[in-house]
């Protein structure tokens, strides 16, 4: 007996130890862990001043930063999630931000900000600084210009923003407990909630519910620790009222003559120009163009030729080009610079005055993408002046194509009068292949993407008056640009039969001589009308012309029956 006893107590203590062991391993595995999780790499937080950015119910890829207990955005972010009209204007550190009757500045790194108009005021805070490179510019100025709500939190600094306000599934946490980093007792937890606290809905799960807490962490609660779901509605911030750009479109179709004027004489060619057209009813005369970076350009304008077109029933809209055969202007230089863009705007705008135009055309070509910020503020602040003193602003846009977005057409459609598109030239002097310079799915497909952006009414059309006779010698492509006459006459000339091609709408002719092969898409009376019959499905505000003096007089009949229509 007594050797049976060590034996015993050995084989319950073994029993205990795993009956121990067991538990042990139950209750580690059934137990909830009390790990917390690392906020700053939840976050993703890189310093002190860092804010991590949750927009709506998720968190972005943008973070803020905070300095002076003031919260900034970089200027990518403000331009991205609220506002796209602020102007950074790096070279002579200033935040533009204009409106319809406005220009609104400040230097970066001042507390005041004021008007075009005499007005200024102080913030109170550092309204943009730079840190590096990167602009910052003050949450609280951008609230001035934009509609939304943000909440800072600290321990750590998060941001929560709401620029929507749709109804939300919510709940109740009915009992203490925590919001963990994935669904599992084993995950980390990312904070603490206490019953009644009331959590976002965001996605529904077995057993847990993806949730964001009113302090903006996104994380995971037991199902059995929630109420029933109930609808809330935030209610909206609407501080800031978005302005209304008043447009001088005309009640009426617009049909505009571009007339090319290379010289003082050139003006005098006006009356024979118009002696055989029908319903125009602007001329569009190319008198001015950029001769230097600083804002200056040449003029050709003439106060007899406005009168003399203003008694012929005309409207006037006065052409600046940066297109010169002997100056190179650099774009970017020129428009970047609020000092040089407002020497160009104000020599514009009193020559327009001077001269009694009722209108300005805008032919800046060739527009890199880095300029492209540039000149859409080029166009909204040249818009101020106009509309205070009733001139038209109308500019002149490339059919719409992946690398020309940087026009940005759309905001042209809200702070200009007209967004005329340069239906031609899809085939062009150094193109690779002969081709048509305007072919009707060319057409129709630069005024169907135009309309996406721009209010249809807005939008004009231009049309060619021109055509290219093309030569293929090997693999060598050239053409020459001819008018109507030239082109038909060139066919009569050669012996060749044209024949209507489908494809393009035209008439289309050909003719081998030797090792040459050559290829005509006209440019005539029937292309023009399929050109306009397209305009008309698409209800827009008229058609213009390149150029005046380059069509056969059959083709006004076609752009009047065209005028005539609803």
């Not at 009331?198 to 199902?223: C, H, P, S």
């Not at 503020?377 to 500019?395: D, K, M, Q, T, Y």
């Amino acid at each position: 007996m007594k050797k049976i006893i060590p034996v015993l107590v050995a084989i319950v203590l073994i029993l205990i130890i795993a009956a121990v062991g067991f538990g042990t391993v139950l209750i580690d595995k059934y137990s909830y862990s009390k790990e917390r999780a690392d906020l700053n790499s939840y976050f993703g937080i890189t310093g002190e001043d860092d804010v991590p950015i949750i927009l709506q119910d998720a968190q972005i890829e943008e973070h803020a930063r905070i300095w002076d207990n003031v919260c900034y955005f970089d200027f990518a972010t403000v331009h991205l999630y609220f506002n796209d009209r602020f102007y950074e204007d790096r070279a002579e550190n200033l935040l533009l931000y204009t409106t319809p009757d406005a220009i609104i500045r400040t230097d970066i790194g001042s507390t005041v900000y004021e008007t075009s108009t005499g007005e200024s005021q102080d913030a109170g805070y550092v309204i943009a600084r730079y840190e590096g490179d990167v602009l910052y510019v003050a949450a609280d100025y951008v609230k001035q210009y934009a509609n939304f709500s943000y909440e800072l939190f600290t321990e750590p600094y998060r941001m929560q923003i709401y620029t929507q306000w749709e109804e939300q599934q919510v709940a109740d946490i009915t009992r203490d407990t925590q919001v963990r980093y994935q669904g599992g007792i084993k995950s980390d937890i990312l904070t603490d909630a206490a019953q009644g606290d009331r959590v976002i809905i965001l996605e529904e799960m077995e057993n847990w519910t993806k949730v964001k807490t009113q302090d903006a962490f996104i994380g995971y609660v037991e199902n059995k620790r929630l109420s029933e779901k109930y609808v809330e509605e935030p209610v909206p911030v609407t501080d800031y009222v978005e302005p209304e750009y008043a447009s001088q479109t005309r009640d009426h179709k617009i049909n505009l003559a571009w007339h090319a004027v290379y010289s003082v004489e050139g003006n005098d060619t006006l009356t024979g120009l118009l002696s055989t057209t029908q319903s125009v009813n602007v001329i569009c005369p190319t008198w001015f163009i950029l001769t230097d970076n600083a804002g200056n350009f040449s003029s050709l304008a003439s106060e007899s030729y406005v009168s003399k077109a203003h008694e012929m029933g005309l409207e006037v809209w006065g052409l600046i080009s940066n297109l010169s055969d002997s100056v190179t202007v650099d774009m970017y230089e020129l428009l970047s610079r609020t000092s040089t863009r407002t020497y160009l705007i104000e020599n514009l705008v009193s020559t327009a005055l001077a001269y009694g135009l009722d209108g300005i055309n805008i032919d800046f070509e060739h527009i890199s993408d880095k300029t492209g910020e540039a000149f859409i503020e080029f166009i909204r602040e040249l818009s101020i002046p106009c509309r205070a003193n009733g001139i038209v602003l109308s500019i002149d846009n490339y059919v719409p194509m992946g690398f020309n977005s940087h026009y940005h057409r759309e905001e042209q459609g809200i702070v200009a009068d007209y967004v005329i598109i340069m239906g031609y030239d899809e085939h062009y002097s150094d193109s690779e292949e002969a081709g048509s310079v305007a072919s009707i799915n060319f057409v129709e497909n630069g005024i169907a993407k135009t309309v996406e952006e721009v209010p249809p009414e807005k939008v004009i059309n231009g049309i060619p008056f021109y055509t290219r006779i093309w030569e293929t010698n090997g693999t060598t492509v050239t053409s020459q640009v001819v008018n109507m006459e030239m082109a038909a006459e060139y066919l009569n000339n050669h012996g060749i039969e044209k024949q209507w091609d489908e494809e393009t709408c035209q008439n289309y002719g050909e003719y081998q001589s030797g090792n040459s092969y050559f290829q005509v898409w006209l440019e005539d009376a029937d292309s023009i009308r399929v050109k306009l019959s397209v305009m008309d499905q698409y209800q827009i505000g008229g058609v213009a012309e390149w150029r005046l003096g380059l069509e056969e007089p059959m083709v006004w009949e076609v752009i009047a029956e065209y005028m005539s229509r609803n």
